[in-house]
């Protein structure tokens, strides 16, 4: 079955700074990659996602590139504020079933 | 419009009994996923359903099972409890196959 990996772990910046996580997959049929942001007590809410035809995509101050070739996705976030404090998750999805990584804590110090 | 609902938020049971979540999805979603989130574990697939009909299914044992009924709400039960099924039980609707998922709150199930 498909392998979600995550990196890193945790993740801890200064506010201004730039933060990015990465992830590999190993299913080559994966074709859905989203990512998820969840607060203490909350579920995931997504934040981003990208499809296997497309191989980067920003909102705002949050992009994520895709090298299907190499089976990896990145989480870029610039300019970080306090509130970008939580635990990220990154997923592969295929035909509806979503694998996800172990998840990155990020700290944005003030 | 209404979001992922589940119920109960916090339930603590008894190793050997067993335990009914529920998840209301968003309206006109049809597609129903579940998964349980531990610390060690992170977010680990159990089941998805779609129109009442089990579509995926993860790695866990035959005590956990679940069902969707027509007007899309979900259930899944666990039999016969052990310490290592407490967890938080989150419920994700979706409009299509690959589209984003909504996720609950979650249910956190405590087994003592």
């Known amino acids: ?110 | 419009k209404a979001g992922v609902t589940q119920t109960p938020r916090y339930l603590i049971k008894t190793r050997g009994q067993q335990v009914t979540l529920s998840c209301s999805p968003i309206s006109g979603h049809r597609s129903v996923s579940w998964y349980q989130q531990t610390p060690g574990q992170g977010l680990q697939f159990l089941f998805e359903y779609f129109s009442e009909t089990q579509r995926n299914k993860g790695n866990f044992p035959g005590r956990f099972s679940g069902r969707q009924f027509s007007n899309s709400r979900s259930e899944m039960n666990v039999s016969t409890l052990e310490l290592g099924d407490s967890a938080l039980y989150l419920c994700a609707s979706k409009a299509g196959v690959n589209t984003e998922a909504f996720f609950g709150q979650g249910t956190r199930l405590t087994v003592v």
């Not at chain 1, 979600?4 to 933060?19: F, I, M, R, W, Y």
């Not at chain 1, 080559?28 to 990208?50: H, M, R, V």
């Not at chain 1, 070739?69 to 990220?88: C, N, W």
């Open chain 1, 1 to 110: 079955g498909e392998n979600v990996e995550q990196h890193p772990s945790t993740l801890s910046v200064q506010e201004g700074d730039s933060a990015v996580i990465k992830c590999t997959y190993s299913d080559s049929a994966s074709n859905y990659f989203p990512w998820y942001k969840q607060e203490l007590g909350k579920g995931p809410q997504l934040i981003i996602d990208i499809r296997s035809n497309v191989g980067e995509k920003k909102d705002q101050r949050i992009a994520v590139t895709l090298n299907k070739t190499a089976k990896h996705f990145s989480l870029h976030i610039t300019e970080t504020q306090p509130e970008d404090s939580a635990v990220y998750f990154c997923a592969a999805s295929v035909a509806g079933k979503s694998t996800f990584g172990d998840g990155t804590t990020l700290t944005v110090k003030p």
